[in-house]
């Protein structure tokens, strides 16, 4: 399995991010900016230069976009990594329509993909605070499953 993680250029500003910010900021939590990179959780029998291929022709737009495939990464005191991701069952439009361009491109049919979102929240705060911020504008738990 493979995560890919599509982000915008540190140049471009995420106006996403911003309302996420803003709204975290209105369920108490003194978060100083949100960045947000769209996740293609991917399952099937890639090689590299496929992965290559499937990130940088159909995954990420290389005017606006950076893309990189998710390692371990070192926790910072204040950045905050949440991944949001649908629960099984839950209709994936986004992750549909993404197996039939990778038909469409004669690359291998991915045995699962799923689409989320990562939100990278700055600011000094609680655990705690930030999972009650979570709940209240994010995620509905009903349909997501989410990890700090």
């Known amino acids: 399995m493979t995560v890919i993680e599509v982000f915008l250029k540190s140049q471009i500003k995420d106006g996403e991010g911003q309302t ?3 709204l975290l900021n209105d369920a108490n939590l003194p978060a100083t900016a949100v960045r947000i990179a769209k996740l293609y959780r991917v399952e099937g029998t890639y090689n590299d230069q496929q992965l290559q291929r499937l990130t940088e022709e159909l995954l990420c737009d ?3 976009e950076l ?3 998710v390692e371990a990464t070192n926790a910072q ?3 905050h ?3 949001v991701w649908l629960k099984p069952g839950v209709s994936d439009p986004e992750a549909e329509s993404t197996k039939r361009a990778i038909r469409f491109m004669h690359l291998p049919k991915p045995l699962s993909l799923h689409c989320g979102r990562a939100y990278f929240v700055s600011g000094i705060f609680t655990q ?6 979570i709940v209240k504008t994010l995620v509905n738990p009903v349909i997501h499953t989410w990890q700090i």
């Open 128 to 133: 705690e605070n930030l999972k009650n911020a």
């Open 20 to 22: 996420v910010c803003d």
């Open 77 to 79: 005191q204040d950045l």
């Open 62 to 64: 290389p005017i606006t």
């Open 67 to 69: 893309a990189h495939r």
């Open 81 to 83: 990594r949440i991944e």
